[in-house]
């Protein structure tokens, strides 16, 4: 037996290193890389086509943090952008999705439909697009109406930040 696996051993490490440095397809997010002259970014305001109000106002700023934070782009005001994000925030929808046993409603879920497009400054051609792009948190219920309110603007901004990272991610990703 100690002669076999002496006779395996140096084929097990060839393919662990090639693994190893293969990485396997896998990569960090937001780690892929633009063109170079693609440096600076311009977040414009998102067209809100629901009844929910300051909503693109929350989805604007999780897109300057987000790409703040990265560093992979930097922020600038249009005038000075080669890249330009916008889009429209098409649909919100919230209904309850579970009841106590006394028929009370005691979870919402609420989502949140968006259309994204990212633009050349220069030429005007689109760098990058998402239609439907689409996500969901749920929040709980209380008898407070207004308790309910902010546990629904508290799921919403945070649909607002997962849904600029997919963005960020998307645009330096290709996915």
Known sequence: MPFRQKKYFPILILLLLFLLVSGC?????????????????????????????????????????????SKNLKVVAASDADLLISGTIDVIDSHAI???????TYEYRVSMTIDVEVTEARSRQVYWR???????????????????????QAALKCLCQVLAENIHDGLFTNF
């Open 25 to 69: 397809g896998y990569r960090l997010r937001g780690t892929g890389e633009l063109r170079e002259d693609l440096q600076r970014v311009a977040i414009l305001p998102f067209a809100n086509k629901t009844f929910e109000s300051q909503v693109e106002n929350d989805l604007y700023d999780a897109l300057v943090d987000e790409f703040a934070r």
């Open 98 to 104: 579970s009841y106590s046993s006394d028929d009370k």
């Open 130 to 152: 998402r239609s439907a792009m689409r996500e969901v948190e749920e929040y709980k219920a209380t008898d407070d109406p207004i308790t309910i309110d902010r546990r629904k």
